[in-house]
């Protein structure tokens, strides 16, 4: 069975800092990796998406990942936290064993940014 | 259209009552899903209908839920005899469908209130 752990409900961080949000999984085989914002009051939107290659993903909003094959994780990063990144953040995963089937989300993180 | 659209966006209902949510996919994608957002649980995966194919219905919660998709395109999801715990969020996102690296694309969803 597929499954992600998002360990923090909340993290706070100050405008101008880097900020981490955390994400392991679990599936059999090789994932498929997704993070995913939602601002209030609105749908998720795609952030970003690992499938093969580089382990360091880039993606909107100056957002990036890093996946880690020995460690299942896939951390959400960015250098440097705007007020506008205060949102609520969803990990994702799909293995590739189990060809299209639904994504699997995380709990969600509330990231909020602190000016 | 340009994206998912769902209707409606609030519904406040008695428990008991049945109710209908609605929903209108990314125009050419063949793939849709119905999630379940609840407070502090993330987002639940409900049912996923691929073109023709047999729908997975392996996250409905009871045999009160119940989707369908007429055309391969518009998407009902029905709720009897609502409960409570039925209270939710319901996102519905579509994608092209078959490439498994492919992002979903969520609809603003609808907010439904069992009283």
């Known amino acids: 069975a597929q499954s992600v752990a998002q360990p923090e409900d909340q993290v706070n961080v100050a405008e101008g800092n880097p900020l981490t949000v955390k994400c392991t999984y679990s599936v059999s085989g090789n994932p498929y990796l997704f993070w995913y914002v939602q601002y209030p009051n609105r749908g998720l939107q795609f952030l970003l998406k690992?499938?093969?290659?580089?382990?360091l993903v880039k993606g909107s909003y100056g957002f990036e990942a890093e996946f880690n094959k020995s460690q299942t994780s896939f951390h959400l990063k960015k250098p440097s936290a705007l007020v506008s990144d205060s949102a609520l953040y969803f990990c994702?995963?799909?293995?590739?064993?189990?060809?299209?089937?639904?994504?699997?989300f995380g709990k969600g993180t509330r990231l909020s940014v602190i000016a | 259209g340009a994206g998912v659209s769902q209707s409606p966006s609030n519904k406040v209902t008695e428990k008991g009552k049945d109710v209908e949510l609605r929903c209108d996919p990314i125009?050419?994608?063949?793939?849709l899903y119905w999630y379940r957002q609840s407070l502090g649980q993330g987002l639940e995966f409900l049912i996923y209908f691929q073109g023709n194919s047999a729908p997975d219905k392996s996250g409905l919660p009871s045999d009160r839920f119940s989707a369908e998709r007429t055309g391969g395109s518009v998407s009902t999801l029905t709720i009897q005899r609502t409960q409570q715990e039925d209270s939710a969020v319901y996102l519905c996102?579509?994608?092209?469908?078959?490439?498994?690296?492919?992002?979903?694309?969520f609809g603003e969803g609808s907010r439904l209130t069992v009283l």
């Open positions: 994702a995963v799909r293995s590739f064993l189990s060809g299209n089937t639904p994504l699997v």
């Open positions: 690992y499938i093969t290659g580089d382990n």
């Open positions: 996102a579509s994608s092209l469908g078959l490439a498994e690296t492919g992002e979903l694309f």
């Open positions: 125009s050419g994608h063949t793939a």
